[in-house]
C-alpha cells in the first residue's frame, strides 16, 4: 500500500451553479495539499437545467485535473454517483455531495485510516443541520434498516466515504437498477470504519433531495437488502389463522356449552376492513419486489452519457463492465 496515493473525488451535482465556485476551491485546496498523485475531480452533471454544465465546461479548461460528464437526462443521484464512479482512475477514491455538506477537509482524516489498512472509511454524519421532522425521519430509517437488514448497516452513515480501488472495481460490478451504494459499499465487506464528521448546511440553493426522493432511497435500501416484509406477511398470516381457530373453538364451545351465540356485527366489520386492508398492504409489498424484478429483467443501462471531457477535449469512453452497463451517445446519434 502507498502511502501517497492518486486520489479521485467522484461528485455528482444536479443544478448546483451556485455551489460549484467554492466546491472546486475547496476540494482542489484539500488536493494541493496531499502528497501523491496526479489527482483529480470527477464532476457528473445529472441533467441539469440551469448553467451547471456551462461552470463544469470552463473548470475542465482551466483545471487539468477536472473530468466532467453530462448525462442524457436526469438519471437520479445514487445513478450519477455510479457514473463517477465508472469514470474515477485514482489508487483511493472519495465519494461526496456536491452542496457542500460534506467537507472536503475530512479526506486527509479519510486517508489517515486508509493508510492503517482500512479499505472503506465513511462519515458517521454528527451534529445534523436539518430540521427536526427531517432528523427525526433520518434517525428512524437508519434504526429501522439496520434492524431489518440482512447486512449489519452503519447507523448514520451517508454516501460521504473514501473508499479503496478494489472496493470501487467490486462496486462497478454491481449493476442493480435500483441502487443504495452505501449499502453496496458495506455489502461488500473488507475493513471499513466509521469517522465522525459534522454535518454542515448547504452552501446555497435548495436541496433537490425531496420527500418523496427521500422516501424512494428509503425503499431502495429496505427492499434491496431485506426480504423480512416478505416474512412479515407469512408471520402475520399465521398468526391470523392461530386467532381465527381460537375463537372458532371459543364460539363452538358457547354454543355448545353455555347456550350462547357470541354477538358482535360491528366488530365483524371492523375485523374484515383490518383483514382486507392488511391484505392490500402485503400485496403492495410483494409488488414492490415483483416490481424490482422486472426492472432487472429487462437490463437497461444505469445511465446514458451524453458529453465526457477532460483537458478541454473529449474524453474515452467509459469502462464497459460486467451485465448492464453506461452507454454513450455518439454526436452523430444525438
Given at each position: 500500500?502507498?502511502?501517497a496515493?492518486?486520489?479521485s473525488v467522484?461528485?455528482?451535482v444536479?443544478?448546483?451553479?451556485?455551489?460549484?465556485?467554492e466546491?472546486?476551491?475547496?476540494v482542489?485546496?484539500?488536493?494541493?495539499?496531499l502528497?501523491?498523485?496526479?489527482?483529480?475531480?470527477?464532476?457528473?452533471?445529472?441533467?441539469?437545467?440551469?448553467?451547471?454544465?456551462?461552470?463544469?465546461?470552463?473548470?475542465?479548461?482551466?483545471?487539468?485535473?477536472v473530468?466532467a460528464?453530462?448525462?442524457s437526462?436526469n438519471?437520479g443521484?445514487?445513478a450519477?454517483?455510479?457514473?463517477?464512479?465508472?469514470?474515477?482512475s485514482?489508487?483511493?477514491?472519495?465519494?461526496?455531495?456536491?452542496?457542500l455538506q460534506?467537507l472536503?477537509?475530512?479526506?486527509p482524516?479519510?486517508?489517515?485510516?486508509?493508510?492503517?489498512?482500512?479499505?472503506v472509511?465513511?462519515a458517521i454524519?454528527v451534529?445534523?443541520?436539518?430540521?427536526?421532522v427531517?432528523r427525526?425521519?433520518?434517525?428512524?430509517?437508519y434504526r429501522?434498516?439496520a434492524?431489518?437488514s440482512?447486512v449489519q448497516?452503519?447507523i448514520?452513515?451517508g454516501?460521504?466515504?473514501?473508499?479503496s480501488?478494489?472496493?470501487?472495481?467490486?462496486?462497478?460490478?454491481?449493476?442493480?437498477?435500483?441502487?443504495?451504494?452505501r449499502?453496496?459499499?458495506?455489502?461488500?465487506?473488507?475493513r471499513?470504519?466509521?469517522v465522525?464528521?459534522?454535518?454542515d448546511?448547504r452552501f446555497?440553493?435548495?436541496?433537490k433531495y425531496?420527500?418523496?426522493?427521500?422516501f424512494?432511497?428509503?425503499?431502495?435500501?429496505?427492499?434491496s437488502?431485506?426480504?423480512?416484509?416478505?416474512?412479515?406477511?407469512?408471520v402475520?398470516?399465521g398468526?391470523?389463522?392461530?386467532?381465527?381457530?381460537?375463537?372458532?373453538?371459543?364460539?363452538?364451545y358457547?354454543?355448545?356449552?353455555?347456550?350462547?351465540?357470541?354477538?358482535?356485527?360491528?366488530?365483524?366489520?371492523?375485523l374484515?376492513a383490518f383483514?382486507?386492508g392488511?391484505?392490500?398492504?402485503?400485496l403492495?409489498v410483494?409488488?414492490e419486489?415483483?416490481g424490482?424484478?422486472?426492472?432487472?429483467?429487462?437490463r437497461r443501462?444505469?445511465y446514458?452519457?451524453?458529453?465526457?471531457?477532460?483537458?478541454?477535449?473529449?474524453?474515452?469512453?467509459?469502462?464497459r463492465?460486467?451485465?448492464?452497463?453506461?452507454?454513450r451517445?455518439?454526436?452523430?446519434?444525438?
Open positions: 500500500m502507498t502511502s496515493p492518486s486520489v467522484a461528485i455528482p444536479f443544478n448546483e451553479e451556485l455551489t460549484l465556485p466546491l472546486h476551491r475547496r482542489g485546496g484539500v488536493l494541493d495539499d502528497p501523491g498523485g496526479p489527482h483529480e475531480i470527477v464532476f457528473v452533471d445529472d441533467g441539469s437545467s440551469d448553467g451547471t454544465w456551462e461552470y463544469l465546461e470552463a473548470l475542465v479548461a482551466i483545471d487539468p485535473r473530468r460528464i453530462s448525462l437526462r438519471f443521484h445514487q450519477a454517483l455510479s457514473a463517477a464512479l465508472d469514470a474515477v485514482g489508487d483511493v477514491v472519495v465519494v461526496m455531495d456536491g452542496d460534506d472536503p477537509e475530512s479526506i482524516r479519510f486517508l489517515e485510516e486508509w493508510r492503517r489498512g482500512h479499505d472509511v465513511y454524519r451534529q445534523r443541520k436539518e430540521g427536526l427531517l427525526t425521519c433520518y434517525a428512524l430509517f429501522l434498516i434492524r431489518l440482512q448497516l452503519p448514520g452513515a454516501d460521504f466515504s473514501l473508499m480501488r478494489r472496493v470501487v472495481e467490486l462496486l462497478r460490478r454491481q449493476r442493480e437498477s435500483h441502487r443504495y451504494i449499502g453496496l459499499r458495506t455489502w461488500i465487506g473488507f471499513q470504519i466509521g465522525p464528521v459534522e454535518r448546511p446555497a440553493g435548495e436541496s425531496g420527500w418523496s426522493k427521500l424512494r432511497l428509503a425503499f431502495d435500501g429496505i427492499f437488502f431485506s426480504i423480512l416484509p416478505l416474512r412479515a406477511a407469512s402475520f398470516g398468526v391470523t389463522v392461530l386467532a381465527s381457530l381460537a375463537f372458532s373453538c371459543y364460539a363452538l358457547a354454543k355448545l356449552f353455555l347456550s350462547q351465540s357470541p354477538q358482535g356485527f360491528t366488530a365483524l366489520l371492523l374484515m383483514l382486507s392488511t391484505q392490500l398492504l402485503f403492495g410483494i409488488g419486489y415483483l424490482r424484478v422486472y426492472e432487472e429483467v429487462k443501462p444505469l446514458i452519457v451524453d458529453q465526457d471531457l477532460r483537458n478541454g477535449e473529449t474524453a474515452a469512453p467509459l469502462p463492465g460486467q451485465g448492464n452497463v453506461a452507454t451517445l455518439q454526436p452523430e446519434q444525438v
